[in-house]
């Protein structure tokens, strides 16, 4: 119980998939705190909000041909992946039963999933928590798959999202927040997702890169360089994911109770602390005060606190937030060292990000804080002379970021070899743009005017040369053309 309103203790079934009494017999709302169910919901819409958060963030750091089809991802993330998460992807990451590496399908289709109490907490039912996690499935592939970015057809992208939850996300939540894991048995410590988010998009997205391959026109050492299209769009998404980070982090303590209010405040304080690093090392370069490496260090920070959100101390926060924006920051040249094109440093800030936010969990995790929710006992971490804490982090971190990293290669190689789902657009679609090829729609209407007028006057003037009996093609727009 987290609160002081007095709930009826579950005496069901527990242990194996099932539905927990029957609604026409038992009020099943009796086992839960309403404050409770609130939170959880309301953390989940909030974790939603995330989702197009990232769209916009990556849609501002690409090119404007490429810009809504970014967005467009994003959104595809959430529909495909929702719908693996009711078909068998809920059942493989969060059954009841299972081995140590994937669950069931005990739960396929969400059967004999409502009130039984779940297995991340006591405190809300199978279904609350269905609800929450599912969209925590449906912003990793979001996240990853900013690598396809101007290059990258989206058919294929679609049928990756629903064969990567399935294959690589499932197990990965599965042994880390399951307590049949092997990670959980072993005694890994993830609060909100450094491995089965973070780590494993982060991995995904340099596999994406390394198999797509560079675009056109990249330079070994000085990759593609232009300027973020849209600065606007990074900061709206960066809000988004800051306001929703609340939820994604705070609802990990499944209640609303101290231990969510902590993950909150160490949230907030690390992203405040990882946004002013960043703009400080940009500046000591180029004499500027970046909006980009403001924003892009805020999400350094809150990806590095996210696996210890619920175990750690706010002056630890601050340790995170300093040292995932250094780390991030200093990681987005590693793409030139390994020659991978990961246009929008995925790899970079949730790949290293999570790692640095793993590791540091190994240090700072304390027993006190966990213990705020009144239920949860953990060993701690270093300041608890719990030391072998940071070799099952590290051990978690490796095997996620290895399995994400190696299954992402074999199912992108397998499926560019099926006809109709070649990666990759032609390098004369790459030129006109994604939007244009795979969507035929754009982001902003003036684009189209602007790249239209000189074949509007050329139009005038081949036509009024040739007949003129008509008096004046003004307005006209040619059907199709190509960008400039």
Known sequence: MSGSVQVVEYNGTTGADDSGYSSQVTNLNVFYESGDFAWIIV??????????????????????????????????????????????????????????????????????????????????????????????????????????????????????????????????????????????????????????????????????????GKRSGYDKSAGLPYRPHNVTHIVLGTVFLWVGWFGFNGGSAFAANLRAVMACIVTHLAACVGAITWVLLDYRLEKKWSVVGFCSGAIAGLVAITPAAGFVTPWAAVIFGIVGGIGCNIATKLKFLIGADDALDVFAVHGIGGIIGNLLTGLFAADYIAALDGTSEIPGGWVNQNYIQLAYQIADSVAGFSYSFGLTCIILFLLNLIPGLSLRVRPEEEDIGIDDIQLGEFAYDYVELQRHTSDILMARNSQSQSDHERTSLKGMVPEKTSPV
């Open 43 to 212: 953390s989940s819409a909030l974790v939603l909000l995330m989702i197009p958060g990232v769209g916009f963030f990556y849609s501002g750091l690409a090119r404007r041909k490429s810009a809504l089809s970014l967005i467009m991802l994003a959104m595809l993330s959430v529909a495909v992946v929702d719908f693996q998460w009711f078909f068998w992807g809920y059942s493989l990451a969060f059954s009841h039963t299972g081995s140590s590496y994937i669950g069931d399908l005990g739960n396929f289709g969400l059967m004999k999933t409502l009130a039984q109490p779940s297995v991340g907490s006591s405190k809300i039912p199978d279904l609350l928590f269905c609800l929450f996690q599912g969209m925590f499935a449906a912003i990793t592939p979001a996240l990853a798959i900013g690598a396809a970015v101007d290059r990258a057809r989206i058919l294929p992208c679609i049928v990756f999202i629903f064969v990567w939850s399935t294959i690589v996300y499932d197990p990965l939540a599965y042994w880390t927040w399951n307590a049949n894991g092997w990670s959980a048995k072993l005694g890994g410590l993830d609060f909100a997702g450094g491995t089965p988010v973070h780590i494993s998009s982060g991995a995904a997205a340099l596999a994406f890169s390394i198999m797509l």
